[in-house]
């Protein structure tokens, strides 16, 4: 059970291989992948930067909270940092299990957790130029943006005045 | 007393550094993000952070000792 950083691209056939287990029954894999938009704008590259010290207890915190959870036999999750290109792997989880449901839940369970809490940071280049760090730039400017998207959406209602 | 203090993603851009040994009375981590937005401008409220002491999650009310390294945390947004 664990949770490591990757400076380079992710080996999942390695990955794999430190899952297998003559007792596991089903194997579940979830990958993130860079995709070329966001939030309705074109992304051409990702950045990934990591508070590591504290990052990998809490990814191990939450690799050993599905494994609590679900009755695995292994679980793994492998992150990047560092500049990556569209289709790269961004994020790589794998789970053993005795039984497959196990593993869909954990591997569920574990990728969700990963988003909301391991300090890992994400910044987007986006086509025009532009960059911007992921939940970090639209909520400094909640006021502004928020009410644009809100005064927009609005104008758009059949009965707005 | 000195702290030493480790800046990530807009923060780090903010702020102009990755890290720094700094000479502050604060206290807390809540009085030691009021000097530090201060100086360096930073964008975010507090509430939309968290906080790690000598890396772990710590509260914004903790008593900081010389010496301690503290990290401010942005949202997050891995995978």
Excluded at chain 1, 35 to 46: I, K, P, Q, Y
Excluded at chain 1, 114 to 139: F, M, Q, T
Excluded at chain 2, 45 to 54: F, T
Aim: hydrophobic share 45%; glycine share 8%.
């Amino acid at each position: 059970m664990s949770f490591r950083f990757a400076q380079e691209a992710i080996d999942t056939a390695a990955s794999r291989a430190q899952l297998l287990d003559p007792g596991a029954g089903g194997f579940v894999t979830f990958e993130g992948w860079v995709r070329d938009f966001n939030e309705g704008r074109e992304v051409t590259a990702l950045e990934y930067e990591a508070f590591q010290a504290l990052a990998v207890k809490e990814g191990e915190r939450i690799v050993a909270e599905a494994a609590a959870r679900f009755p695995v036999r292994h679980a793994l999750c492998i992150h990047r940092v560092g500049r990556l290109a569209l289709t790269d792997m961004a994020v790589w989880v794998g789970v053993s299990a005795t039984h497959r449901g196990e593993a869909f839940d954990a591997c569920r369970f574990i990728i969700d957790e990963v988003k909301h809490r391991v300090p890992i940071w994400k910044k987007e280049h986006y086509l025009n130029g532009d960059s911007g760090w992921v939940n970090c730039e639209a909520c400094a400017a909640a006021p502004s943006h928020a009410h644009g998207a809100a005064a927009h959406a609005h104008g758009h209602e059949p009965n707005a005045a | 007393m000195q702290l030493k203090i480790q800046y990530y993603a807009l923060m780090r851009e903010q702020a102009g550094r990755s890290d720094e040994a700094l000479e502050t009375a604060a206290s807390t981590p809540a009085d030691l993000y009021s000097e530090l937005q201060a100086r360096y401008g930073f964008t975010l409220s507090r509430e939309q952070l968290k906080v790690a002491v000598n890396s772990e999650f710590a509260s914004w009310s903790r008593k900081l000792a010389a010496g301690d390294s503290v990290v401010f945390i942005p949202p997050v947004a891995g995978g």
